[in-house]
């Protein structure tokens, strides 16, 4: 099964990322409500890793991107 793709979160996950650089200085937790296809949250927790990024989903989309999330950081994320 291929990732789920949007090519409007290619387009602005840098933008987004640059406020988020800026907003969230100290370590801490981020919750995302909807992720949608899961491009954002596995970027931010990629480039931000003084931050717990969680994440809320509820659709087709939640396996793969808890499948993304662990194998993109080595770590166990929560998914729901």
Not at 8 to 15: D, I, L, R, V
Not at 34 to 46: D, E, M
Request: charged share 15%; proline share 8%.
């Amino acid at each position: 099964m291929p990732k789920p793709f949007a090519e409007s979160c290619e387009q602005n996950k840098a933008p987004i990322l640059d406020v988020l650089h800026r907003e969230f200085t100290d370590p801490g937790r981020v919750l995302e409500i909807g992720s949608g296809t899961g491009q954002h949250a596995v970027w931010f927790a990629r480039h931000l890793p003084h931050l717990v990024y969680c994440f809320i989903l509820n659709g087709a989309f939640s396996e793969s991107l808890a499948g993304q999330m662990q194998g993109a950081l080595a770590q166990e994320w929560p998914a729901h």
